[in-house]
């Protein structure tokens, strides 16, 4: 698979807002399936397909404990990247968010406003 089909196929992957909503979610912190059901109030048969999904692609990360699965992100740029993403989107539709879901990191906001 060459670079282009590893970006449209990890794209397509975070085209998919209930997958952004997990990925948000479990930004903070470890957490289980249960958890993640209780907070986006998506169904447990649901939220167990995007976390497979996602864990196949290697943006999510699990560990054990016991009889419980616990996920969290495999690399915390990846909140980044949605920030800048979203910051994007805002300026090119001329949108104002007030608190958006993903924040674009200062360091970033900076170099954005010289374009």
């Keep these: 698979m060459d670079e282009l089909d590893k970006l449209k196929s990890f794209f397509q992957i975070l085209s998919d807002a209930s997958r952004l909503k997990i990925i948000k979610f479990i930004s903070e912190r470890e957490c289980s399936v249960n958890e993640i059901v209780e907070s986006t109030k998506l169904s447990q048969p649901l939220v167990s397909h995007h976390l497979r999904v ?36 805002n300026s ?22 010289k374009y």
């Design 92 to 113: 090119i539709t001329g949108e104002i968010i007030e608190n958006p879901m993903f924040c674009c990191p200062p360091v970033w906001r900076e170099y954005w406003k």
């Design 54 to 89: 996602m864990r196949e692609t290697e943006i999510l990360e699990t560990k054990r404990s016991g009889p419980f699965i616990y996920y969290k992100l495999k690399d915390k740029r990846l909140l980044q990247a949605l920030g800048l993403f979203s910051e994007i989107v």
